[in-house]
C-alpha cells in the first residue's frame, strides 16, 4: 500500500502563495464577501457554499487577529487608566509598579478580548430577533459572525496604526484621540451592519437604519458591561 506523499515546505509555500495570488481563489472570495455588506451572508443562507469560506472559520481568524495583535486603541487607553487607579505608585514593596501594571493591563485585555468572543450569541440571537420574516436564528448567527469579523478586523488595524502613531504622544493627547477612534470604529460598523441588513433581508432603509443602529449600540453595550466585569474582577482579585 502507498503512503501518502509528506508535504515539504516548498510546497506549503507554493500552495499558499498560489492562494494569496489567485483572485478567484476562496480565499479572495470571502474577502469580497465581507467587505460588500451582507454579500456572503446572504449567499450562505441561501445554500451558496461556494462564495466563500465558512463563517464560523471566517470569524474564528478574526478572533485569533484580535486575540493576537489587540484591543481597540481606546478600550487600551482605559485599561491603562483604570489599572493605575487600581494599583497605587506605593501600592506595593520589593516590585515594580510598571511591570505589574503591565501584567494586569494584559491580563483585563485578555478577559475583555475572551468575553467580547462570546458576545456573538447575544448580539447573533438579537439580530435573528429583529429579522423581518423566514428562517431566523442561522441567518442571525451568520450575519453576527461577518458582522464581529468586521468590527475585529477593524479594531486590529486601528491598533497597529496606534502602535505606529500613537506611541509618541502623551497620556493626555492619547485619551483625547482614541474616544474618536471609537466613535470612527462604531459608525463604520454600524454603516456597513445597516447596508448588510439592507441586502440580507431587502429591508428599506428606515428598517435596516434603526435595526443596524440598535445592533450596534447594543454591542457597544455589551463591550461595556464586559470591561466592567473584567475590571471589576480583576479590582476584587487585587484587594485580596
Request: aromatic share 8%; hydrophobic share 55%; proline share 5%.
Amino acid at each position: 500500500m502507498t503512503q501518502p506523499s509528506v508535504p515539504t515546505l516548498r510546497t506549503l509555500a507554493v500552495e499558499s502563495w498560489q492562494e494569496v495570488t489567485n483572485l478567484d481563489s476562496k480565499g479572495w472570495k470571502t474577502l469580497k464577501g465581507i467587505a460588500l455588506p451582507g454579500r456572503l451572508a446572504k449567499a450562505w443562507t441561501r445554500g451558496n457554499r461556494d462564495e466563500g469560506y465558512p463563517p464560523i472559520r471566517v470569524y474564528l481568524v478574526a478572533s485569533a487577529v484580535y486575540f493576537l495583535v489587540g484591543t481597540h486603541p481606546s478600550l487600551a487607553a482605559l485599561t491603562e487608566g483604570t489599572v493605575r487607579e487600581l494599583i497605587a505608585e506605593d501600592a506595593v514593596s520589593g516590585l515594580s509598579v510598571p511591570a505589574l501594571r503591565a501584567t494586569v493591563e494584559r491580563q483585563i485585555t485578555s478577559w475583555v478580548a475572551f468575553l467580547r468572543f462570546l458576545s456573538l450569541v447575544p448580539v447573533g440571537l438579537a439580530m435573528a430577533a429583529v429579522a423581518p420574516r423566514g428562517p431566523r436564528v442561522a441567518p442571525g448567527l451568520v450575519l453576527a459572525m461577518h458582522y464581529f469579523t468586521v468590527a475585529f478586523l477593524l479594531s486590529a488595524m486601528m491598533s497597529v496604526g496606534w502602535w505606529v502613531v500613537g506611541s509618541g504622544l502623551t497620556p493626555d493627547v492619547a485619551a483625547d484621540v482614541t474616544t474618536p477612534l471609537l466613535l470612527l470604529e462604531r459608525g463604520l460598523v454600524a454603516v456597513w451592519l445597516v447596508l448588510a441588513m439592507r441586502h440580507v433581508h431587502g429591508l428599506a432603509w428606515g428598517g435596516a437604519l434603526w435595526r443596524g443602529l440598535m445592533i450596534t449600540c447594543l454591542d457597544l453595550f455589551l463591550l461595556m458591561i464586559l470591561f466592567g466585569v473584567a475590571a471589576g474582577g480583576m479590582g476584587a482579585y487585587l484587594s485580596l
